[in-house]
């Protein structure tokens, strides 16, 4: 018994409250259709580019919003995206972590992600992937 209700508080600890799931929602679901999809990712991810060259750079992401930052700090969040992009490790945040991002969180692969898969996915994708596998150097 001890043994189900601790797995069942770190299941509470690692899913994101209400609140902090519902700003990231309403940020990634850009066009407010109630439907994040990966087009509306992107709307996001451009609006963060400042300077509309497709590219993160470090002071363009730590600028933009980080309503699920907890997790990680603004640098781990960085090398979490850069280390999983079209380019990797190369400091700077290209399309690919976007789709890296947003495949992490649609638990079932359908195209949409909702507010419950919001929730489930977003820490275990970042605390999952903290430590463990190192860093991929390609
Ligand atoms: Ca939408
Ligand atoms: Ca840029
Ligand atoms: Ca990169
Ligand atoms: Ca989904």
């Keep these: 018994m001890l043994v189900i209700v601790f797995l069942g508080l770190l299941v509470v600890a690692l899913s994101l409250d209400a609140e902090t799931s519902k700003s990231l929602y309403d940020l990634i679901d850009k ?5 994040a999809r990966l087009s509306d ?3 996001a991810y451009s609006i963060v580019d400042l300077n509309k060259d497709g590219l993160l750079t470090p002071v363009e992401f730590a600028a933009g919003p980080h309503p699920g930052s907890p997790p990680l ?9 850069d280390s999983r992009d079209n380019e990797k490790n190369d ?3 290209d399309s690919g972590g976007v789709v890296a991002l947003f495949d ?3 638990g079932n692969k359908n195209g949409k992600l909702t507010l419950q898969e919001m929730k489930e996915n977003y820490l275990p994708l970042f605390l999952g992937n903290q430590d463990g596998d190192s860093k991929e150097h390609a």
Excluded: P
């Excluded at 700090?73 to 995206?81: N, Q």
């Design 91 to 93: 400091n700077v945040i």
């Design 104 to 106: 992490g969180l649609d």
């Design 41 to 43: 990712a992107f709307a």
């Design 73 to 81: 700090s603004i640098e781990e969040a960085f090398k979490f995206y």
């Design 31 to 35: 066009n407010k259709d109630g439907v």
